[in-house]
C-alpha cells in the first residue's frame, strides 16, 4: 500500500510542475492542475494527512492554475477596454486569417444566434479544403 501511495505522490508532483510549465497554453494548466490534486489525495490512502510533497504539488497546481486565470482575464480585459491594443490585434488577427477579430466574433455570434454558418464563411471553409 506504501508503494502506491508513493507513486500517487509522484504523480502529483509531476503534474504540479507540468501545471506551472504549460501556463502559457491556457488549457493544459487546469487539465494537469486538477489530475495533481486528484493524485494528491489518492496518494493519503487511509492516512488523515497528505504528505509534504503532495501538499507542494497542490500548491504548485492551485497556484498555477490562479496565474493562468489571471493572466486569461488580464488579457482578455485589455483586449476590450483598451482601442490601440484591440487594433493591433485585429490587425495581426487579419494578416494570419483574412479577417479581422471583430469580423470573427461578429460571425461567431451570427452563428450561435441562427446555428448556421454564414454562405462566405463555409465557402472559405471548402476552399481550405474542411
Known sequence: MKQRSDTFTILSMIFGILTFISIMTVIFPYVFGSLAIIFAILSKGSSFKMTSTAKTAVALSVSG??????LAGSTAYKLFTDKEYFAQVNA???????????????M?????????IPEEFREELERMGY
Open 108 to 116: 461567431l455570434e451570427e452563428i450561435y444566434k441562427t446555428g448556421e
Open 65 to 70: 492554475m490562479i496565474l493562468v486565470t489571471a
Open 92 to 106: 495581426e488577427f487579419e494578416k494570419i486569417y483574412g479577417m479581422t477579430f471583430e469580423e470573427y466574433t461578429n
